[in-house]
């Protein structure tokens, strides 16, 4: 896979199908490498006609890591956002944001349909509110708005993604990984043990950074409530959300449609906090769909 200078940092980023075909960006999630967009819903995107990219987000994988930078505790951001103050972080998402769009101008594209899923979704909203004239279309998949009235995570949910293993040694890091996998991911569609395993060893062997999981948390509280930023977005935007998220429960997508003028909200029953792979042809249906009618010639100018 190809690295490339954008905003100043080095991305590690993938291509998938024609180079002529409408721009696709895929922007990941918390601590999670572009592995994580299931190589099978890549390559539906790309047989639904599109030029689909996929990269790592800074500070994980093969991207640039912001060693030596140390973001606050979880908790005491959080009590100092409470009184709002605002402690010293590492980057914003909106620094993750310029990263994306820097991508796009390293491979000399100047409008692109934009995905994310996850904080990736928060980064993508951060593209069209800040960016509007890079976006031909929205979609935030399995993310929210930052409001912070609605429901939190589930706290089982919450402490697998933030306990620390107990070692670092690679069968403990896998069965740590394939946790996380059961415990956020889909309850009407549960992954085959042997794939969340197969997919925890692969990304443990392609990269191990740890560090850079406490900066883009603090990344994400930092940003707070983007409702009033939200209602700015131009762009056609789908929102799509499990009902079943035990991560970031339903309502955050449902607020996330009610703050952009037109969205078109979309859940989906038995879906949780992953892209389970019986969904896949219904997420890439649904992507391309409203890719297709936000720019029915596919201008990419």
Same mark, same amino acid.
């Given at each position: 896979? +190809?690295?490339?200078?954008?905003?100043?940092?080095?991305?590690?980023?993938?291509?998938?199908? &024609?180079?002529?075909?409408?721009?696709?960006?895929? %922007?990941?999630?918390?601590?999670?490498?572009?592995?994580?967009? +299931?190589? &099978?819903?890549?390559?539906?995107?790309?047989? =639904?006609?599109? =030029? %689909?990219?996929?990269?790592?987000?800074?500070?994980?994988?093969?991207?640039?890591?912001?060693?030596?930078?140390?973001?606050?505790?979880?908790?005491?951001?959080?009590?100092?956002?409470?009184?709002?103050?605002?402690?010293?972080?590492?980057?914003?998402? /909106?620094?993750?944001?310029?990263?994306?769009?820097?991508?796009?101008?390293?491979?000399?594209? @100047?409008?692109?349909?934009? %995905?994310?899923?996850?904080?990736?979704?928060?980064?993508?909203?951060?593209?069209?509110? *800040?960016?509007?004239?890079?976006?031909?279309?929205?979609?935030?998949?399995?993310?929210?708005?930052?409001?912070?009235?609605?429901? +939190?995570?589930?706290?089982?949910?919450?402490?697998?993604? !933030?306990?620390?293993?107990?070692?670092?040694?690679?069968? %403990?890091?896998?069965?740590?990984?394939?946790?996380?996998?059961?415990?956020?991911? *889909?309850?009407?569609?549960?992954?085959?043990?042997?794939?969340? =395993?197969?997919?925890?060893?692969?990304?443990?062997?392609?990269?191990?950074?740890?560090?850079?999981?406490?900066?883009?948390?603090?990344?994400?509280?930092?940003?707070?409530?983007?409702?009033?930023?939200?209602?700015?977005?131009? /762009?056609?935007?789908?929102?799509?959300? @499990?009902?079943?998220?035990?991560?970031?429960?339903?309502?955050?997508?449902?607020? !996330?449609?009610?703050?952009? =003028?037109?969205?078109?909200?979309?859940?989906?029953?038995?879906?949780?906090?992953?892209?389970?792979?019986?969904?896949?042809?219904?997420?890439?249906?649904?992507?391309?769909?409203?890719?297709? /009618?936000? /720019?029915?010639?596919?201008? !990419?100018?």
């Amino acid at each position: 896979m +190809p690295q490339i200078e954008a905003n100043g940092i080095a991305l590690e980023y993938e291509e998938h199908g &024609e180079a002529s075909a409408p721009p696709l960006l895929l %922007v990941m999630g918390l601590g999670a490498q572009l592995t994580l967009w +299931p190589i &099978e819903l890549v390559e539906a995107l790309v047989e =639904r006609g599109f =030029r %689909v990219i996929r990269y790592d987000n800074r500070d994980i994988g093969l991207s640039h890591k912001m060693e030596g930078a140390k973001a606050p505790g979880m908790v005491r951001h959080i009590l100092l956002r409470r009184f709002g103050l605002r402690p010293r972080v590492p980057y914003t998402l /909106a620094d993750m944001a310029a990263d994306g769009v820097g991508l796009l101008d390293a491979l000399g594209i @100047g409008k692109a349909h934009v %995905v994310g899923a996850s904080m990736g979704g928060m980064i993508a909203q951060h593209i069209a509110f *800040s960016f509007p004239e890079r976006v031909l279309s929205l979609t935030s998949i399995m993310s929210t708005t930052g409001n912070p009235k609605l429901p +939190p995570a589930q706290k089982e949910a919450l402490s697998v993604l !933030t306990k620390r293993p107990r070692s670092m040694a690679e069968s %403990v890091l896998v069965e740590h990984g394939v946790r996380i996998g059961r415990t956020i991911g *889909s309850p009407g569609y549960p992954a085959d043990e042997d794939r969340l =395993r197969a997919n925890a060893t692969r990304d443990i062997r392609r990269s191990l950074y740890p560090a850079g999981l406490p900066r883009q948390l603090a990344a994400i509280i930092a940003d707070g409530d983007r409702r009033e930023r939200l209602a700015g977005i131009e /762009a056609p935007t789908l929102v799509i959300h @499990g009902e079943g998220d035990p991560l970031v429960p339903v309502a955050g997508g449902r607020d !996330t449609a009610a703050h952009i =003028r037109r969205a078109t909200l979309k859940t989906i029953p038995g879906m949780g906090h992953d892209l389970p792979l019986a969904l896949v042809d219904e997420i890439a249906d649904a992507i391309a769909e409203h890719a297709r /009618a936000a /720019a029915p010639e596919g201008a !990419t100018a």
